[in-house]
């Protein structure tokens, strides 16, 4: 049986973002910390279908996620946070048109919040749907699902750069994840099982060619947060999708040196015990030696806890000798 993260370490500070922010329905939040004006941001997403109802009938019932329009709605939010978790602001986040060559997308989902060259930007994936109206019920036919990049703020710099599929013929690229900070190089994980990544010098400008070779995705454990400096390596948090039909997945941590391969992890584990429960933020604050995680559940909750870094590190006790060791956890 799987254990809660409560169970291998101490929680210290429990925030609901739900009641904070006012809306019962925002989830998965990412996050970031800003030791110099000691505050936090903040990024949510807003389903317009009930996850509990899906997973309860059939996992891929997207009669009961689209809208009767055929579409997929996800609204997001960015929030403002002090030290204390006081709300200082909060606003709508309007997304920019997100286009691929001739290819445009209905909308973002899952947005990473990063910092390259001082510049706050969302790293996130965005979406298509091809769906049909049938016997009185709506049908996806197909997705279609690319990473990008863009500024938090649309005014701040480049337009957004929509990937190209890192996998051939992979009609769903997810899950990317960069270092919290980075300055110069912009260095993205495809796949940690296999250390592979890209890295930018600069910010990407469509169209951006992709590398030659003969990879598909294999499965195994996909990138949550983004990788946060520590003594000794960099942390992030990995997902997998134990099942996908109902979906259950299981979370652990990873210490990677700075190519994100991955060093010592800890064993699998659950926030709460929920079968749908998915991290994209992680935080430090170097200053209290304290790591700030953020997670959603059954995509209509957002719940931020506070973690002793050195608890968090010494979960991470299993080493990994080669990345191909991760398709063996479970």
Same mark, same amino acid.
Request: charged letters at 15%; aromatic letters at 12%.
């Given at each position: 049986m799987t254990v809660r993260l409560g169970e291998l370490l101490a929680i210290g500070a429990r925030i609901d973002l739900n009641a904070l922010l006012g809306d019962q329905r925002?989830?998965?939040?990412?996050?970031?910390?800003?030791p110099a004006s000691q505050t936090f941001d903040v990024v949510l997403k807003k389903n317009a279908y009930d996850r509990r109802r899906v997973w309860q009938t059939e996992d891929r019932n997207w009669g009961s996620i689209v809208a009767l329009d055929g579409k997929l709605r996800v609204r997001h939010v960015h929030a403002r946070l002090r030290r204390d978790f006081g709300l200082i602001a909060q606003r709508p986040l309007a997304m920019p048109p997100l286009r691929l060559g001739s290819l445009d997308f209905d909308g973002a989902d899952d947005l #990473?919040?990063?910092?390259?060259? +001082?510049?706050?930007?969302?790293?996130?994936?965005?979406?298509?749907l091809a769906a049909a109206l049938r016997e009185g019920r709506w049908r996806v036919d197909a997705m279609t699902m690319r $990473?990008?990049?863009?500024?938090?703020?649309?005014?701040?710099g480049p337009a957004p750069c929509v990937f190209p599929p890192f996998f051939a013929a992979a009609a769903m690229d997810k899950n990317w994840v960069a270092h919290e900070r980075s300055e110069g190089e912009l260095a993205l994980s495809i796949d940690f099982n296999r250390n592979l990544w890209l890295?930018?010098?600069?910010?990407?400008?469509d169209p951006v060619a992709m590398p030659r070779h003969g990879l598909a995705w294999q499965g195994g454990w996909s990138g949550s947060s983004?990788?946060? *400096?520590?003594?000794? +390596?960099?942390?992030?948090?990995?997902?997998?999708?134990?099942? $996908?039909?109902?979906?259950?997945?299981?979370? $652990?941590?990873?210490?990677c040196d700075a190519r994100f391969r991955v060093l010592r992890r800890s064993q699998p584990?659950?926030? &709460? +015990? &929920? *079968?749908? &429960?998915?991290? $994209?933020?992680?935080t430090r604050d170097a200053r209290a030696r304290q790591l700030i995680l953020a997670y959603g559940v059954w995509d209509d909750q957002a719940r931020l806890v506070t973690l002793a870094e050195q608890d968090a590190l010494a979960l991470?006790?299993?080493?990994? #000798? &080669?990345p191909g060791e991760l398709y063996l956890v479970k």
């Open positions: 925002l989830t998965n939040p990412a996050l970031i910390y800003d #990473r919040i990063v910092a390259w060259n +001082g510049r706050l930007c969302l790293l996130g994936s965005c979406y298509r $990473m990008f990049i863009t500024p938090l703020d649309p005014a701040d890295a930018f010098d600069r910010f990407p400008r983004s990788l946060v *400096p520590v003594e000794h +390596g960099y942390l992030a948090v990995l997902h997998r999708a134990v099942s $996908m039909n109902p979906s259950v997945y299981l979370h $652990m941590f990873v210490l584990f659950t926030f &709460e +015990g &929920e *079968p749908v &429960e998915f991290c $994209m933020g992680l991470c006790a299993t080493q990994v #000798r &080669e």
